[in-house]
């Protein structure tokens, strides 16, 4: 019996942004042969569902966005060469991208860094990250600019202490394998014993690992002079990468500067906590 395909889920708002992020999704989902789904969410909130009966200018309003949705969705697929799945629902967020992430085959978030519905914005970031904390343990990756290359070449992922970084490891395996990409290692200059200890072990097992799925990679140390986000930026910055894989939990670490302002122009490929095994592209 055919196993189900694997689906790479773009949120779309209809602008500029969604359009970005489908780009990278596209690349990621033709090298793995996975579906790709365009999913546009109407927020309502709980009393409005329980207490309010939908009138026709709700159901006229859903039907219009239905298909404008799916008139996107056939322009994409004459550009691509794709068939994209188009799905527009109602209700709470939360709850709905979880069921869908279970029922529709979801391995892959793509989105741009903000996501907007009637003026209000979203970071998309922080709702994503959001999630783990709902036991939705779903991979993402935040884009704020095109694709630099027609395929991931140079790979950055930074080196944490952190005994949760060795869930990134599943994912370098996994990319490697499909892209045949280079990974970029950089570690931080680090001053405490206890982190010490604790890194070397993440790079032990971290080499144990790529070594053992021959994987070719580099390790480069972070100077001690600079904070290690603004390094892992000028790291891929210099070798012009097409990803940098963290943790989400680390997402505001890496790219916020002390003035809270975003730099995000290097897609973050942000990986959550394992619930269960994860299982890759196909």
């Known amino acids: 019996m055919e196993t189900a395909k694997k689906v790479v889920l773009v949120p779309w708002d209809f602008s500029e942004g969604c359009e970005t992020a489908l780009l990278h999704a596209i690349q990621l989902a033709q090298v793995a042969n996975n579906e790709i789904m365009l999913l546009h969410i109407i927020p309502t909130p709980w009393w ?3 207490f309010s009966k939908p009138n026709e200018e709700k159901i006229a309003e859903l039907a219009k966005v239905k298909r404008r949705l799916e008139e996107v ?3 994409i697929g004459f550009e691509h060469n794709i068939s994209p799945i188009p799905m527009v629902i109602e209700g709470a967020p939360t709850t709905l991208l979880k069921d869908i992430i279970s029922t529709a085959n979801i391995n892959l978030i793509v989105s741009h860094k903000v996501y907007t519905h009637k003026q209000k914005q979203l970071e998309a970031a922080t709702f994503l990250r959001d999630l ?3 036991n939705i343990s779903i991979p993402f990756i935040i884009v704020d600019s095109a694709p ?6 140079e790979i950055v992922v930074p080196i944490d202490p952190d005994k949760k970084y060795k869930e990134t490891l599943h994912w370098i395996i996994y990319l490697s394998k499909y892209y045949k990409c280079n990974i970029n290692l950089i570690k931080p200059f680090l001053n405490d014993e206890g982190k010490k200890k604790d ?3 993440n790079i032990y097992f971290t080499k144990k690992m790529l070594d053992g799925n021959k994987i070719v990679y580099g390790i480069k140390t972070a100077k001690r002079t600079s904070s290690f986000r603004d390094e ?3 790291f891929a910055s210099n070798i012009d990468a097409d990803l940098i894989l963290i ?3 680390k997402y505001y670490d890496y790219v916020a500067d002390p003035k809270g302002k975003v730099q ?3 897609p973050l490929l942000c990986i959550t906590p394992r619930s269960r095994k994860l299982q890759g592209f196909n």
Do not use: E
């Open 232 to 234: 892992v930026f000028k």
């Open 264 to 266: 995000n122009k290097i």
């Open 199 to 201: 890194m070397a072990s």
């Open 247 to 249: 943790m989400a939990d």
């Open 132 to 134: 783990s904390l709902k």
């Open 73 to 75: 969705a056939s322009k």
């Open 48 to 50: 409005t569902r329980l």
């Open 148 to 153: 630099s290359h027609s395929h991931y070449i």
